[in-house]
């Protein structure tokens, strides 16, 4: 090799070496989130996911599914850094079992339940206690998410009594794990209407959203996100800033949330 070669090999060898120890912080950084969420975050937290691993380099886990199901797995001990629920009674009882860090939980998020209907054609209907909802079912289901422990199932059912309208279609309730799974029912047409939340409606073109429940026939639909305390780390509090941050709330928005003020 030449004198000129072997210079310019140096010089290579030191331009990697010193790539490398630019990166090294990065990379020494990096960390992975578990971050456990309400189903109906879906599309929310699948663009979140992306944008937040691409700007931070740290790994994103999302765990999806209903909120009753996750807090339980959170207090049999599985490894989840966040909690964000589709109502404040999950995450109150895991505040109180001391499962949360102290003052890190918010609220994050607020949505509005619907009647939804197989199709893209379906009439409007005007709900309030006149509705004959029994009638419009005839022989078929009304989708729900499980009515005594999923939030969407139980903001549905508080609305249905309040109203009037559930002895009469309770024993036509076909309710499902989550509030995706009721979507994916009316979606099919293996149930002719449903009630989920706007936004999971807004989700799925072979529904369409025929009637909005009152907003005073139920109680307020919060999502409450939280850290919780079996760990902290560097990467868990940027995930709680991203939350909060522009990103997170353009995603939440194109999805037809409210992000709630902080």
Do not use: C
Not at 68 to 96: K, T, V, Y
Not at 162 to 184: K, M, T
Request: hydrophobic share 50%; charged share 20%; net charge negative.
């Amino acid at each position: 090799m030449t004198t000129g070669s072997s210079t310019v090999a140096r010089a290579g060898v030191a331009a990697f070496a010193l790539s490398l120890m630019q990166l090294a912080p990065t990379m020494a950084g990096a960390d992975e989130v578990t971050v456990f969420a309400a189903a109906s975050l879906t599309n929310a937290m699948a663009e979140i996911e992306e944008r937040f691993e691409a700007e931070t380099g740290h790994d994103l886990t999302v765990s999806l599914a209903g909120s009753s199901a996750l807090a339980r797995q959170i207090q049999q001990g599985a490894p989840a850094d966040i909690f964000i629920s589709a109502n404040p009674g999950w995450m109150d009882e895991l505040e109180n079992g001391g499962l949360l860090e102290p003052d890190s939980r918010f609220d994050l998020l607020n949505n509005s339940i619907v009647l939804i209907a197989h199709g893209t054609d379906a009439a409007p209907v005007e709900i309030g206690p006149e509705t004959d909802l029994a009638g419009l079912l005839g022989d078929g289901r009304l989708a729900m998410a499980l009515v005594d422990a999923v939030p969407a199932g139980i903001y549905g059912k508080a609305s249905l009594e309040s109203l009037g309208l559930w002895e009469d279609v309770e024993p036509q309730v076909a309710q499902a794990d989550n509030v995706r799974a009721a979507l994916a029912f009316v979606a099919t047409g293996e149930a002719p209407f449903g009630i989920v939340y706007a936004t999971d409606a807004a989700a799925d073109d072979n529904v369409t959203i025929v009637g909005t429940f009152p907003a005073d026939s139920h109680p307020p639909i919060i999502y409450p996100a939280a850290d919780l305390a079996n760990r902290d780390s560097e990467a868990e509090n940027a995930f709680v800033d991203y939350l909060r941050g522009p990103v997170a709330r353009a995603a939440f928005e194109r999805q037809g949330f409210i992000v709630l003020d902080q």
